[in-house]
Every structure is written in C-alpha cells, then in structure tokens.
C-alpha cells in the first residue's frame, strides 16, 4: 500500500465533498500527490443529421465536467492536479486512471441515500471494491461537512491468514507514514439464539484471537504504538460498537482470500464492516 500518490474521484454534491475531504486529509498528512478526477461519459458517434446535436451533447458534457473540477478546486486547493476521464462506469474509469497513472489508493464518497456518518455502496464503489487495481478509501455520509484536523489512529481488522498478515504490515506502513498508533482487532461474532456458541467456545475464541493479535504485533512496537482489542457482539454492527473511535480514525481491511490477486475483492466480513463503520475504511488489494 502506497500513500504518496492519492486519486479521488469527484462528483459535484455532497458525496464529492466527503471523498475529496478524505482525500485532502490524506494528502496533507502522507505528504502525498493529489489527484482530483471527474469521469464522464463519452458522447456516442451518430451519423447523418443527427451530428449537431451529438456535438452540442459534447459540449454539454465538456461543460459538465470543468464545472465539477472548479467547485473540486475550490473545495482542494493546491497542490493537486485536476483531469477528466472519459469511460461508460465511474467506477472502471476510476481503475483505469488509477492504474494508467500509477496512483496508490482511490479515495470516493459515500452513496446516496445512506445514513448519515455510514458508508452507502453504490454502483462506483461497486465496480471499485471488485476490480480495482490499488486500495480503495471510502468516506462516511457528511464526512466533509466536519472533517477531522488529522488522522488520529489507524484501525485494522485481523483474522488468522495470510491475507490479513499482508495487511497488517501494509497498516503498519501506513501508520508510520501518518505517524499514528496503529491498532488491530479481531471480531468475534455470536450471531442470535439458534447459532448461540457455548461459552467455553467463546473464552478459546477470544483467547485464539488475543493471541493471534499479539503474534502480529511483534517487530512493530519498537517502531509505532500499537494496541490490539478482541470485540465480541451479536453481529459485526455490534461488535463494533463495543470500543471507542477517534475522530479522525481509519478502518483498514483485507480483500477475500478469495478473490483475484492484485486485486480489490470484497468479501462477506468486510462487507459488514463497511455498511457498520462510522469512519473511513480502506479495503486493501488481495496480495499474493
């Protein structure tokens, strides 16, 4: 995971507000480049008669999207670079330009018409959380009405695994670029009645857990502080909900083992995280 080349897709609202807020956030503490991208459509040729309207469509779309990045400048500032990217998805025009620019992570907003300070996936972060080629930031509902002067800690959910061993490094690398504590909890869920797990079940969970938490935290603490938290709910919306959250707090989280390498691939934990989180999550791509 890389820190240093920031690109945020932008869109004018309040979804382009949050993510370009993460985004400035990010830049400002890693010292990062900043990349502000619009993604529009492309105008369809259409032959005979019908060329001055697609020419008029053209310049319709031309103006969309100049007007989208001088209301992202006004909101940025500098130092970041402002371009238009052309592709039928916002999302796949997003991989794209992440990956034709070198970019290190994708930072976007939340979609419409979640609750206010979760995270909503749409069709953007859709397409992104299963493709993309770099890690992914996505940015709470109203996140950039009150966004927090500075990143405060850095949160990674742990299970036992390879994937999530890589990721607890690349954490650890991003909390000595943030210069923040890192912290690393492992979820451990009892979901209802009919799945009740029995307590002396629980007790070797939560003790495997600590255990796996220590393990990946050696070779660190000389370098960062970390902290290591065994949350135990019902559901993952409640497990969450069983410690304390920092402002200015980020939740890291590995890909499905399941999923392409190189890769963004959502899985089924992850997934809950997300819709639970009230701050930022960045999912990591699949390393091999």
């Keep these: 995971m890389r820190l240093d080349d920031v690109l945020a897709g932008y869109v004018p609202g309040p979804r382009g507000r949050d993510g370009l807020a993460l985004a400035v956030l990010l830049r400002d503490q890693a010292h990062a480049r900043l990349t502000v991208a619009t993604v529009r459509p492309p105008a369809t040729s259409v032959p005979g008669p ?11 779309l031309r103006e969309q999207a100049e007007a989208a990045l001088a209301q992202a ?6 130092p970041a670079e402002y371009v238009v990217h052309t592709h039928r998805g916002s999302g796949r025009g997003l991989v794209e330009l992440a990956r034709g620019r070198g970019a290190g992570v994708v930072v976007i907003g939340s979609a419409p018409g979640g609750g206010r ?3 909503s996936v749409g069709s953007t972060a859709d397409q992104l959380l299963h493709s993309s080629s770099v890690p992914v930031l996505l940015a709470p509902r109203g996140y950039g009405e009150a966004p927090p002067a500075a990143f405060d ?3 990674v959910a742990y299970r036992r695994g390879p994937g999530c061993d ?3 490094k690349d954490a650890a690398r991003a909390a000595v670029a943030l210069d923040v ?8 869920v009892s979901a209802g009645r009919r799945a009740r797990i029995a307590e002396e079940m629980l007790v070797r969970l939560r003790e495997q857990a600590a255990a796996d938490l220590r393990a990946a935290a050696r070779g660190q603490r000389r370098r960062l502080a ?4 065994v949350l135990e709910g019902g559901n993952v919306a409640r497990a969450l909900g069983t410690t304390s959250w920092l402002p200015g707090e980020m939740i890291i989280c590995a890909s499905s083992d399941t999923g ?8 089924d934990t992850s997934i809950k995280i997300v819709r639970a989180s009230t701050r930022p999550v960045m999912i990591l791509t699949r390393q091999p």
């Design 260 to 267: 392409p390498l190189r890769r963004v691939f959502l899985g």
């Design 153 to 155: 800690r850095l949160t």
């Design 50 to 60: 019908a060329r001055a309207e697609e020419s008029a469509w053209r310049a319709y």
């Design 166 to 168: 890589l990721a607890v």
């Design 181 to 188: 504590p890192l912290r690393r909890v492992t979820l451990v």
């Design 117 to 119: 300070g979760r995270i």
């Design 73 to 78: 400048r006004e909101l940025a500032g500098d």
């Design 226 to 229: 970390v902290e290591v938290e």
